[in-house]
């Protein structure tokens, strides 16, 4: 807990502590080994620092929700640079994944992942799809693009 409250966040760049309580925790260590903090301590002086962090504090936390800001931006820019968009036009050919619900038990591991060949109905927006049997009968509910992949004869 000490750990957790005392090392400073990738995130924000602060310790969860400080952003609480405007200054930094002592470990227990420090309290019983003795340390620079613990032997330099001048209490009047501390009541003054302490009354400037608390009167800094909202912008040590705004500074931190920016910092997370910008952290999560990058953790997105970085994912969907990875992600590749499928889209399909009617017509299409598509191979449906096959759902842990449907899947014939009796096949095991060696069962197929995918069925199909299904036809793109229409798009209702970009990535989700109503798809038809080869027989043009309606699957009863939309299809995801992720669970989608081309049919490729």
Same mark, same amino acid.
């Given at each position: 807990m000490w750990s957790y409250? +005392? +090392? *400073?966040r990738t995130t924000t760049g602060e310790t969860s502590f400080s952003l609480v309580y405007g200054c930094e925790a002592?470990? *227990?260590? $420090?309290? @019983? $080994? @003795?340390?620079?903090?613990r032997d330099n301590y !001048?209490? $009047? #002086?501390?009541?003054v620092n302490h009354r400037l962090y608390l009167d800094m504090?909202? $912008? +040590? %936390?705004? !500074?931190?929700?920016? %910092?997370? #800001? #910008?952290y999560q931006q990058r953790t997105a820019r970085h994912y969907?640079? /990875?992600v590749q968009a499928r889209t399909f /036009?009617? @017509? !299409?050919?598509?191979?449906? %994944?096959?759902? *842990?619900?449907t899947k014939v038990v009796s096949h095991g591991v060696f069962g197929s992942n995918w069925e199909g060949p299904y036809k793109i109905k229409s798009v209702l927006w970009e990535g989700t799809y109503h798809l038809n049997d080869m027989q043009d009968k309606l699957i009863p509910r939309a299809w995801n693009a992720e669970h989608l992949? /081309?049919?490729c004869q």
């Open positions: 409250n +005392t +090392t *400073p002592m470990v *227990p260590v $420090e309290v @019983g $080994e @003795g340390s620079f903090r !001048d209490s $009047e #002086a501390n009541e504090i909202e $912008e +040590t %936390r705004e !500074d931190s929700q920016i %910092r997370i #800001a #910008a969907n640079s /990875k /036009k009617v @017509g !299409d050919l598509v191979l449906r %994944r096959v759902m *842990p619900n992949r /081309k049919y």
